[in-house]
């Protein structure tokens, strides 16, 4: 059987749901015959851009639109995947040939911000100069990766999550036609855990549909989804705001070893500040975003008990300048003056190597992502000094350090350097950064009555 998420994927523009600024425009652009040789989809994910980009690939070329068909004008490409100069390449080869079965050529390219700028380049090459029988639909969640010679040349439409009504609506809808048994009370759940995206919130329906042959409970979705009871979250922040560091760490280990993850109920505290906002609960507002893995349940306790750390501001301002500010005091680049006096010893013995003066992080960084996109994404990670035609790399974790100093992605590392600049990779230990955070680790340790460890990256507890 069909998951509920494909039974009640829309097939034409009409049935789209929540998206009539989208929908609109594109019927009325297909009435009138004006079709466009680019368009742009942005949105975050689960909003249906790629749906309407297929319902559109069809609809353009008059095909009949079924959830299994494959038609060979329409070309669906994962830009995560498919990123490169090759790639594209490729692609304008095969564009010039004209459709077998349909009007358009449609190409539909998914995450089209992933593509590198080599491979951009080359696809703004036929953008600019389409053949009459190609269209291509780009859907992206990050719009401003996208270059703006490519979103100059598209027709931009802006995709949005479904609002709570809409959503409910929705499912409730597609409850009574499954013949599913659920309160009113259990499907807001459902709508507040989708988040306004269609697709998550009919494949949570769909987990939750077998629960009980009868009326399905609040308590029943809040038990399978392991979500905390709301009285659960209410007590976490009023112990939070009376400053109990122990009874915040007691209730923590309490609601995660029920199964809750650290993610879920730093998102249920979100939910709950944002629905009721305080003052005293601003600061605490800022630090839940950052609550993700590794760390996830260190940081959410360091979150809920920075400010109930013994001397917590004697040794670092703030968890997220910490970093920025102990690398500076510990690890300085030395400064490279240019000589102006005459010099006292031969030019050849006092003038410092071109690469000394003129090397550039940010330059080195941009020719590393033009070899390696995996190998630039943690150089991004970590800090770095250099002297002494050595470039020093201070990775913050155990597994930066291990990627970074593998022998072929070290190979690429150099490639990007000149010739005589050698690289040292650190001990993540030796950082400066780290060292600081175990000394916060070792506070929270002393909360949790010596249970946190720090193992490189694993879980703390």
Partial sequence: MKSLYRRYRPVTLSEVVGQPQVTGPLIKSLEQG???????????????????????????????????????????????????????????????????????????????HMLTKEAFNALLKTLEEPPRHAIFIMATTDAYKVPVTITSRAQTYTFKLADHKVMFDFLKGVAAKEKIPISDGALKIIVKRGGGSFRDSLSLLDQISTLSSEKISEDMVISALGLPQEEKINELLNKYIDGSASEVSDLIKELLSSGIKAETLSDELIAKIIAEPKPVLLPLLAKLPEIKAPYAEAKLLLALCWNKLPSASATVKTPTQAPA???????????????????????????????VINFNWESFVERVQSLSDAVY?????????????????????????????????????????N????????????????????DVLTKISDI??????????????
Avoid: W
């Fill in 419 to 438: 010739d005589d600049v050698k690289i040292t990779i650190h001990n993540y230990e030796d950082t400066p950064v780290n060292k600081q955070k175990d």
């Fill in 448 to 461: 949790m009555g010596g249970e946190v460890i720090n193992d490189g990256g694993n879980n703390p507890f």
């Fill in 377 to 417: 994404s943690q150089l991004l990670k970590v800090k770095h000094s250099y002297n002494d035609e050595t470039l020093h790399i201070y990775p913050p974790r155990k597994i930066v350090q291990s990627i970074l100093s593998r022998e072929n992605n070290k190979k690429i590392l150099y490639k990007a350097l």
């Fill in 325 to 355: 500010k102990q690398l500076q005091q510990n690890v300085k680049t030395p400064i490279i003056k240019q000589q102006v006096d005459t010099p006292k010893k031969p030019v050849s013995a006092e003038k410092p190597s071109p690469h």
């Fill in 34 to 112: 004006k079709i466009s040789h680019a368009y742009l989809f942005i949105g975050p994910r689960g909003c249906g851009k790629t749906s309407v980009a297929r319902i559109l690939a069809h609809e353009v070329n008059k095909f009949k639109y079924k959830i299994e068909d494959d038609y060979v004008d329409i070309i669906e490409i994962d830009g995560a995947s498919n990123r490169g100069i090759d790639n594209i390449r490729e692609l304008r080869e095969k564009v010039a040939i004209a459709p077998t079965s349909g009007k358009y050529k449609v190409y539909i390219i998914d995450e089209v």
